[in-house]
């Protein structure tokens, strides 16, 4: 077992993680199961180990996904249900009139397309892997329905049924996929009416370097504030309220700049072992059960082992026995809201070149729990779906986006290159791979590692895709970049690969003729993980674990070097400053120094600055702005302007040394990071919940060490410092002595509220503890909590 102490002022928290680690060193002899399930084609068994982690045995390939599908039925089926009745638009069916428009919204986003291309897309095995997927899960439902199993409580809660599957289910939902950039450029329009577009400076930095244009024919203050009404409804995450009826509402979702991941591939030259080492910790939105599910399939010819979202067949990071592969977003721009002039004389009509185009429509009818069937109208235009129409202005808004496009259900293309054997199969693999866009990582058996960019980058030939643009004809994908087209890397120079969602277009990139995209995240995590990777000639699996709970924030060296001139010339902007000056740059949960930097930078200094510098018609639109953006403006103002840099920096850090005293009172030696910065795992049925079933359903709070911007990402909300987003899973791997391998999820493996692996893991998470991924037969048996052995059922 790894057991490592992450932050010895938790003791409460270190000594659960040491003493769940403990016992399940002493385990119990595997407690076995026996069951005749319908559609198993052969006799199978799935051993699931100490940590909740199951590992298929089949007799084929399409058994092997077959259990895959009905066991995450068993551990997780609440969670892919209520994910498909959203992606389908069918919430209003099951939870009443709250819902309908979430349900049309959701409809606009459909793959409508040709199903053949769709299925073909994704390579030869993509259609019998989903039909075998779907297959599992409904042979799980219908014993459920046959009264073989009971109804699971959240079902039982929420007082709905679970729905059977269609293999098309899987790749026709798009809304849960990852894109960008449609919010900013609303936002940039927005910033471009009220004070033209050079005010927008602030608002987000742009790499490389780039001056934005308004488009020709656009007029910004065309675009309405709430034209992404309909967007944001088919995107959102579902949640419940216990008002009148239980009816439900929509979750508060994150920005796009909180979601983000690490990882990185690490040649046996500079490793201790002299084996690669391959490490990858995506970040997502937080919640319960976990957005990950960790699955060990085996099967003749077959074996793979890792995380991917539950819903969906396989996996996206993990290992074969021959190859590691990992991903983070890469923030090529695929999508784009386009803006129409409506026929004056046709209700029904936009402009297209010099004539007019019908709008297409397609009715449809909402199931509405209660109540009687709502019908609904979709709009598209040849772009995409309508989402506002402005029949005053004659205007109409859609957005065009890649997931119209065959083949770009959100990861599900890693059902290409999770079988491939070697660097040429797994880029192979890659080149038709749509959605979301990520930077892949990649190491094998044979001491080789490799990175490659992948995802559908439209070509704009003549707009840059930072603002709404004319639907007339004049601004038009012509196709996409090749793969070839995107940045990619094998067997470098320096040992090592990294990503962190940084821009990382090579040098020499013709980026001004492929516009990929212009707004990445902050480099601050790549940086910090850049500058420990190179420093390590000879990497452990136990380094590579300690860089992704690594809590270094280094955006403190160039603040704090403008804070060097400063004096503190009253009591508290003295504290301030000294408390600054004793800080070691570590965002600790006991650290009084990292709960001042991080309120000051992220609610007072961006606020200050951008109060200083932006028109003030723009102001409100801007807010914090982005720190990259408010650094760079700080670093660029002359000695002509010190003073005025000076009092920024001085009122702002007084501001947030005020909110600090007033959160947790006047002695600073009281004062702590963790006090503030807590995490919680929240099922989105607590609303509906007793008091009882809601702590069963509940993880945390526990305090957290770092923040947006350090290698343990950790996004917090600004309004009560509650974590919202930060890894969903961790891995780090051995590639070739595969079972000194190491994995956490969190909060567990389970989705059932009852299940000792529900939340078992969010100690170990919390404290920056691993567990085994065990992958070797041996190692299996070894760690195997119960033993389930499935027979075909006897028709």
């Known amino acids: 077992m790894t057991h490592r102490t992450f932050d010895v002022r938790r003791p409460a928290l270190a000594a659960l993680a040491a003493a769940l680690l403990s016992s399940a060193a002493h385990a119990a002899p595997p407690a076995e199961e026996s069951r005749a399930v319908a559609g198993l084609g052969a006799p199978a068994e799935i051993r699931v180990d100490r940590w909740g982690v199951p590992h298929i045995y089949a007799a084929s390939v399409r058994d092997a996904l077959f259990l895959q599908g009905y066991n995450v039925a068993r551990d997780r089926l609440w969670q892919v249900d209520l994910w498909r009745k959203r992606g389908l638009g069918l919430l209003a069916r099951d939870f009443g009139p709250a819902y309908v428009e979430q349900d049309r919204a959701a409809r606009l986003f459909l793959y409508r397309g040709d199903m053949d291309a769709e299925w073909a897309a994704y390579g030869p095995h993509a259609k019998t892997y989903a039909e075998a997927f779907t297959a599992g899960v409904n042979a799980f439902v219908q014993e459920i329905r046959d009264g073989e199993r009971p109804l699971p409580e959240e079902f039982v809660i929420a007082g709905s049924q679970p729905d059977l599957w269609r293999p098309e289910d899987v790749v026709r939902i798009r809304s849960h996929g990852l894109t960008r950039n449609l919010s900013a450029e609303v936002k940039r329009a927005q910033i471009a009416c009220a004070a033209g577009l050079e005010a927008a400076q602030l608002y987000k930095k742009l790499e490389p370097a780039w001056t934005p244009a308004v488009p020709a024919g656009l007029d910004p203050c065309d675009v309405p504030a709430d034209v992404l009404k309909d967007y944001d409804l088919a995107t959102a995450s579902v949640a419940f309220s216990a008002g009148p009826g239980k009816t439900a509402e929509l979750a508060s979702d994150l920005p796009p700049e909180a979601i983000g991941s690490n990882n990185w591939t690490v040649s046996g030259s500079r490793t201790a072992t002299g084996r690669p ?116 202005k004659r205007r109409a808004f859609a957005v065009r986006s890649v997931w119209a496009e065959p083949g770009t259900s959100a990861y599900f293309g890693s059902a290409g290159y999770m079988t491939a054997k070697d660097w040429a199969g797994f880029t192979a693999a890659l080149e038709t791979w749509g959605a979301p866009s990520e930077n892949q990582v990649y190491a094998d058996t044979s001491g080789h590692i490799g990175w490659m960019a992948a995802g559908r980058a439209p070509r704009r030939g003549n707009w840059d895709g930072l603002l709404p643009v004319p639907g007339d004809g004049r601004f038009e994908w012509s196709g996409f970049l090749k793969a070839s087209e995107l940045p990619s890397l094998y067997d470098p120079a320096q040992g090592w690969i990294a990503t962190a969602n940084q821009m990382n277009l090579p040098e020499g990139y013709p980026y001004a003729e492929r516009k990929v995209g212009f707004e990445w995240s902050n480099n601050a995590r790549m940086t910090r993980i850049a500058e420990v990777l190179a420093a390590k000639t000879e990497l452990t699996v136990a380094d590579a674990m300690a860089l992704q709970t690594d809590v270094v924030d280094v955006t403190a060296r160039p603040l704090l070097a403008l804070t060097a001139r400063l004096e503190g010339r009253d009591r508290d902007a003295k504290a301030a400053l000294d408390l600054l000056r004793n800080w070691d740059r570590h965002v600790s949960a006991d650290s009084a120094g990292a709960a001042l930097f991080e309120t000051w930078t992220t609610k007072h200094l961006g606020r200050a600055t951008v109060a200083h510098a932006a028109p003030k018609a723009a102001q409100a639109l801007i807010g914090a702005g982005d720190l990259a953006a408010v650094i760079d403006y700080l670093e660029a103002l002359g000695p002509g302007a010190q003073g005025e840099r000076d009092a920024i920096l001085t009122d702002s850090l007084k501001a947030a040394y005020a909110e600090l005293r007033e959160r947790m009172g006047p002695d600073v030696s009281t004062w702590s990071w963790g006090r503030l910065h807590q995490v919680k795992f929240e099922h989105a049925l607590t609303p509906l919940a007793d008091p009882a079933t809601k702590a069963r359903m509940t993880a945390g709070p526990a305090p957290l060490a770092g923040t947006a911007l350090t290698p343990l990402a950790a996004t917090w909300r600004p309004n009560d410092f509650r974590v919202t987003a930060g890894a969903s899973f961790r891995m780090v791997l051995d590639v070739g002595d595969w079972d000194k391998s190491r994995v956490v999820n969190t909060p567990g493996q389970s989705g059932n509220p009852s299940s000792p692996h529900y939340k078992d893991l969010f100690p170990l998470w919390a404290a920056g503890e691993y567990v085994p991924l065990v992958y070797s037969r041996g190692a299996v048996e070894e760690a195997t909590e119960t033993v389930i052995r499935l027979t075909p059922a006897q028709p």
């Open 277 to 392: 080492i391959l490490a990858n910790d995506p970040h997502r939105a937080h919640g319960a059960p976990s957005l990950r599910y960790i699955v060990h399939m085996e099967a003749p010819g077959f074996s793979v082992i890792g995380a991917g979202e539950p819903a969906l067949p396989g996996v996206s990071i993990g290992h074969n026995g021959t190859i590691a592969f990992g991903l983070t977003i890469f923030a090529a721009d695929q999508e784009d809201l386009y803006v129409y002039e409506t026929d004056p004389q046709e209700l029904g009509r936009y402009r297209y070149g010099d004539g007019w185009e019908p709008f297409r429509v397609e009715r449809e009818t909402i199931e509405v729990k209660g109540e009687a069937p709502r019908e609904v109208t979709l709009q598209f235009t040849r772009h995409g779906p309508v989402l506002a129409v402005e029949a005053a």
